[in-house]
């Protein structure tokens, strides 16, 4: 008769601990865990006036920091306190006033610098949030679509995203395509696919009135937003907004095809580059804007790199895999990855056109 047998743990070879090593991670982690809190406390900052109350640069108490933005003094002296200790604000222990530096209020306060990050920090914080469905999703590759996010990952990414693209889409971007704002001025047609609440879409009707734009999106809440927006800016009757998916956009003989950091996020990619292949004019510009990558991981092993590939697991994979075919290019896809795309939907000219310290901007062509 068999012996039953025992199930046994593998043996490892036990390796040798660097104390200093050990504790110089361990405080890393600790600053890790202040850096993890302090995207929350940076959206409180926000959402409560915190910053703009303090962007004068006046140096201010709790107390009248509190009656500045009608808010408890027991909240707002911790939040300064943490602030102070990440260096988001300065203290003078003498008067005991915090004062937030002029480049910290450029970057936390004026959404038309293109440092302004309060956007980046609260797509962060909403992508966080919604962690424990990304945890049982990895469990057996389910994905998570985009819609079914909270609010603070919808408007968080549009409010980063708009700040580059007022900083560069017009007056970079676009004069980095050959020919392409020349049929703009002339009266063009453009489809931004992808367009989320339609900050792209509205820029570029706003700098081209003589050009047309269809702007789609799956997500039937982003477009409700970008057709109020539209109107609000005054280019609502040369803007179309569409509830369509990337591979069934509507029109034809496009002079430009936008899509704006979200060629990632799709099921599949190659059959949404079919589509507008199908859908661009013979001498049309397909311009995919992709977030800034390498080629190789190594290449993205940087803190720009670290964030995305943060949001490419907690954000854009799991919103792939909830899509037929489920591709997952990933964030950090690179240009390789999506030069393969346009090559197997059967575009024949691919070249980088420009870049910014946080995107890559592709111009595809027939």
């Keep these: 008769m068999d012996r039953p047998t025992t199930p046994t743990t593998p043996t490892t070879t036990e390796r040798p601990i660097d104390p200093y090593k050990l504790m110089a991670f361990v405080f890393r982690a600790v600053d890790e865990v202040g850096a993890a809190l302090n995207t929350a406390l940076v959206v409180m900052g926000d959402e409560l006036g915190y910053y703009r109350a303090l962007a004068d640069g006046t140096p201010t108490t709790p107390a009248e920091l509190a009656e500045r933005t009608s808010t408890d003094e027991h909240y707002a002296r911790e939040w300064l306190s943490a602030q102070a200790a990440g260096g988001?604000?300065?203290?003078?222990?003498?008067?005991?006033?915090?004062?937030?530096?002029?480049?910290?209020?450029?970057?936390?306060?004026?959404?038309?610098?293109?440092?302004?990050?309060?956007?980046?920090?609260?797509?962060?914080?909403?992508?966080?949030?919604?962690?424990?469905?990304?945890?049982?999703?990895?469990?057996?590759?389910?994905?998570?679509?985009?819609?079914?996010?909270?609010?603070?990952?919808?408007?968080?990414?549009?409010?980063?995203?708009?700040?580059?693209?007022?900083?560069?889409?017009?007056?970079?971007?676009?004069?980095?395509?050959?020919?392409?704002?020349?049929?703009?001025?002339?009266?063009?047609?453009?489809?931004?696919?992808?367009?989320?609440?339609?900050?792209?879409?509205?820029?570029?009707?706003?700098?081209?009135?003589?050009?047309?734009?269809?702007?789609?999106?799956?997500?039937?809440g982003s477009i409700e937003i970008a057709r109020q927006r539209a109107q609000e800016a005054g280019v609502g009757d040369r803007i179309t907004f569409e509830v369509a998916p990337a591979t069934g956009f509507s029109g034809s003989d496009f002079d430009l095809v936008t899509m704006f950091d979200c060629l990632h996020d799709m099921g599949d990619p190659v059959g949404a580059a079919r589509h507008v292949k199908e859908a661009i004019a013979a001498d049309g510009t397909w311009m995919v804007v992709e977030p800034m990558a390498g080629d190789h991981v190594e290449d993205n092993l940087n803190p720009v790199g670290r964030a995305f590939y943060g949001f490419s697991t907690l954000l854009c994979t799991p919103a792939s895999l909830s899509q037929d075919v489920g591709l997952a290019l990933g964030t950090q896809a690179g240009p390789a990855k999506i030069r393969d795309v346009a090559t197997a939907a059967g575009f024949g000219r691919f070249r980088p056109a420009a870049s910014t310290p946080f995107n890559n901007v592709l111009e595809v062509r027939p």
């Design 88 to 220: 988001y604000v300065e203290y003078d222990a003498q008067t005991r006033r915090f004062t937030l530096p002029a480049e910290q209020a450029a970057a936390l306060t004026d959404p038309s610098s293109p440092a302004y990050l309060p956007g980046f920090f609260q797509i962060a914080h909403g992508t966080v949030r919604d962690a424990p469905s990304i945890i049982e999703a990895a469990r057996d590759g389910d994905g998570l679509g985009w819609h079914a996010h909270n609010a603070d990952v919808h408007v968080g990414c549009e409010r980063f995203f708009r700040t580059m693209y007022n900083a560069h889409l017009i007056g970079e971007w676009l004069p980095a395509l050959d020919g392409v704002v020349d049929k703009l001025e002339r009266g063009g047609k453009v489809a931004d696919v992808g367009c989320g609440h339609g900050a792209s879409t509205i820029l570029m009707a706003q700098a081209f009135p003589n050009a047309t734009f269809v702007g789609s999106d799956y997500h039937e």
